[in-house]
């Protein structure tokens, strides 16, 4: 809850505004050719949101190569990748 003052210097309750009324607030502050630019930045979050797909498996990507990791193939890849790898490293 907001706090505010009537003109008897009583403090009276406001509940707190919602994000719609803060952005409405704001807005209505702004010059007509900086309210157009908002309304196209909202214009470009909706059509973000609408094109957004689902990200694809990569377990399904593969179904149909054949291809089967094993999580020995993994630890080997590792062992290759790091072994030379420095273990101490002096600063």
Excluded: C
Aim: charged fraction near 40%.
């Amino acid at each position: 809850m907001q706090e505010a003052y009537n003109s008897k210097q009583e403090v009276v309750r406001e509940a707190p505004m919602t994000i719609e009324q803060q952005v409405l607030e704001k807005l209505r502050d702004l010059p007509p050719e900086k309210q157009k630019e908002v309304l196209e930045f909202v214009d470009s979050l909706k059509e973000k949101k609408r094109s957004a797909k689902p990200r694809r498996s990569l377990l399904g990507l593969w179904a149909d190569l054949n291809i089967h990791i094993t999580e020995e193939d993994i630890a080997e890849a590792r062992r290759e990748m790091w072994g030379n790898f420095p273990r101490d490293i002096k600063l």
